[in-house]
């Protein structure tokens, strides 16, 4: 985890995210492995805390995790009461905070995945 910097470059191109993506599941067997690679590179990069806003309020992104189904979740914090959010349904700030590219990577990654499910 990395402390509280700003992304200089929030324009990612697809081949970059793809880059992204091909980094964090390289050679992993299966989608739980996947999204277990996604957390790895998510907690070494992306700049923990930072604020975004939840239902118009105000909350700190404090922490990211992976549930039982293997989706990755926002640990938002505001005060004393904590509230996890799908990465895919968080609202990032602007600018976003660094490492904010491999959120948009593990999106991507997220979207392909459930075309490809529904295709099969």
């Known amino acids: 985890m990395r402390k509280g910097k700003v992304a200089k470059d929030t324009a990612l191109s697809s081949q970059h995210l793809q880059k992204l993506i091909e980094e964090a599941t390289v050679d992993c067997y299966d989608k739980e492995e996947q999204a277990s690679g996604f957390l790895t590179m998510i907690e070494e990069n992306l700049a923990l805390p930072f604020t975004t806003r939840v239902l118009s309020v105000e909350a700190s992104v404090v922490a ?19 509230q ?3 990465l895919t349904h968080l609202q990032l700030p602007s600018p976003p ?3 904010a590219e491999w959120i948009a990577a593990y999106r991507r990654w ?11």
């Open 97 to 99: 905070p660094s490492g």
């Open 84 to 86: 996890r959010i799908g």
């Open 110 to 120: 997220t979207c392909g995945r459930r075309n490809r499910d529904e295709e099969a």
């Open 64 to 82: 990211v995790d992976m549930d039982h189904d293997g989706c990755l979740n926002a640990v938002c914090k505001r005060g004393h009461e904590q």
